[in-house]
């Protein structure tokens, strides 16, 4: 029976006093490492803190203590003792010792040394084995758990929309196309195009860039929503921030105004940050401290002013700042830094698209916290938001956090249909294709609003990481798809 072991977090936490002498556990897991013969570090994932067994000298055979090596797995059953070595309470004292898996620690990728995250991402079916990825992925678990946890509390209903859709009016040209039409001999229409009526839905279809527009429909009946799932995008952005398939979480609420959206944003990020500081507080004192040991490596100016858990903390304790895009513009075109040209796209003025650098400048260099920038110029934003009154903005609104950039997309969504059509017909977007779109704003229309959480970027902020392929299980960029 193997559900008897004890996890070893769970066991280190325990007092080693309450364990009389005849008592047993058994513990399993993966060999760390195995000193003189004799000690033992085991780790089975549940904690970075390696359980400390000893194989007392002469209580075991030689050809047994020759297969200890390297991650090995092993079950281990024997008593709980308090412990002499520093920095632990107890160890377990084996009495007997069950090789369940060998392995050979020439041939395994992962020596005991420290390896470059860029070496771990060619070994990334087997990085979650290090302290590093360890705590990245149970925080990454956390920080979901956490999320259904606000919005259940919440009393949003968790809806799943579709990964494959044949709507592409937001994202044309950095879809995923899904087909089975053959690549050879490709049906095709009299002027030569491809004939989708032929495809398996009869039409064309691509993966799903959001499921906002899906979400606007539970929204208009349920009140509140959120959607939480994989979203793909095939822009080929070889960024630090950009996977082609990454996971976002979308909440759309009727009966809110872009001031309540933001509200909403900001206390979901603080209560999933407040989650994970107060429940995985191990986990990020080690990310802490292997960002500021990476950071020493980096010259000084280069070096973020606060550590990891004061910059959780700090957003926690603080406002973000809220300012609109017409003042953000006027902050860069002043700052010093667009005077003496240090910005690679110069601020040309009112109507521009945002660049991250620009973004980037406002939150760490300007403000020194998250940013909510607000009222966008209708031209560089999506067809749905809505039209402010002086009828040149829209109700949008971007969350920026320091050292990411964007983390939050969100709006107003316009809920006039006569001011929607006329929106569309000027982008360009099919009235016939999103019919049961627009029929929200035919039955009940009502005011509401929604944003878009990149989940994976949310983890880089909160854990320290500073390459997304570090906090995704197995990423997908331009050119790979390993594992
Ligand atoms: P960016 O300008 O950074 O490319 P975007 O404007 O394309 O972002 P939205 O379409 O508003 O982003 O998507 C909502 C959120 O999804 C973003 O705020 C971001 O957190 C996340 N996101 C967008 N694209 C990606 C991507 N390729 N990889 C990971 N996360 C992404
Ligand atoms: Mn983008």
Redesign the pocket.
């Known amino acids: 029976m193997f559900n008897k072991r004890i996890k070893i977090k769970e066991l280190l936490q325990q007092d080693p006093d309450s364990y009389r002498e005849a008592e047993q556990v058994t513990v399993m897991g993966w060999v760390r490492t195995f000193r003189n013969n004799q000690f033992i570090a085991l780790n089975d994932g549940s904690t970075n803190t390696n359980l400390q067994v000893v194989a007392t000298l002469g209580m075991f055979d030689e050809s047994l203590l020759k297969r200890i090596t390297t991650s090995a797995s092993l079950k281990i059953t024997g008593t709980v003792v308090p412990s002499v070595g520093k920095g632990q309470r107890l160890e377990v004292k084996a009495e007997t010792i069950e090789i369940l898996g060998d392995s050979d620690a020439e041939a395994y990728p992962l020596q005991p040394k420290k390896h470059s995250l860029e070496f771990l991402r060619e070994k990334a079916h087997l990085r979650f084995r290090t302290n590093t990825f360890g705590s990245v992925f149970r925080v990454r678990h956390a920080l979901a758990f956490a999320v259904h946890k606000f919005f259940n509390e919440k009393g949003f209903v968790y809806l799943h929309t579709p990964i494959i859709t044949a709507s592409d009016a937001e994202g044309a040209g950095e879809m995923f196309r899904v087909t089975t039409l053959p690549f050879e001999s490709t049906p095709k229409n009299e002027d030569g195009s491809v004939n989708f009526k032929e495809d398996f839905f009869g039409k064309s279809t691509n993966l799903t860039v ?1 499921g906002q527009l899906e979400g606007e429909l539970g929204a208009t009946a349920f009140g509140e929503i959120y959607t939480f799932g994989p979203t793909f ?1 095939a ?1 080929n952005s070889n960024t630090a ?3 082609a398939e ?1 996971w ?1 979480i979308e909440p759309e609420m009727a009966f809110y105004d872009l001031e309540d959206n933001a509200n909403l944003a900001e206390e979901f990020i603080r209560y999933i940050i407040r989650y994970v500081l107060e429940n995985n507080r191990e986990d990020l004192d080690f990310l802490a401290q292997r960002l500021a040991d990476e950071e020493k490596q980096l010259s000084q100016d280069k070096r973020s002013e606060m550590g990891l858990i004061e910059k959780l903390e700090f957003v926690l304790n603080n406002d973000f700042q809220r300012l609109s895009y017409t003042e953000a513009i006027d902050i860069l075109k002043d700052s010093n830094h667009n005077k003496k040209k240090k910005f690679q796209y110069p601020i040309t003025g009112w109507g521009m698209d945002l660049q991250s650098e620009h973004e980037r400048y406002l939150v760490e260099k300007h403000f020194k916290k998250p940013v909510i920038l607000m009222n966008y110029p209708a031209s560089i934003k999506a067809f749905y938001m809505r039209i402010n009154e002086d009828g040149k903005t829209v109700a949008a609104m971007d969350i920026l956090a320091p050292g990411i ?5 969100g709006s107003q969504r316009e809920e006039r249909l006569d001011v929607l059509l006329e929106k569309m017909e000027k982008m360009g977007i099919s009235e016939e294709e999103l019919w049961w779109y627009l029929d929200t704003r035919r039955f009940g229309t009502v005011p509401h609003a929604g944003f ?3 989940f ?2 949310m983890i880089q902020f909160v854990t320290g990481m500073s390459n ?1 392929r570090d906090v995704i299980a197995f990423p997908r960029t331009p050119k790979s798809a390993e594992f």
């Open positions: 959001s995008r822009e921030r950009h996977l990454f976002m950039g964007e983390i939050v997309g878009g959480l990149g994976e970027r997304i």
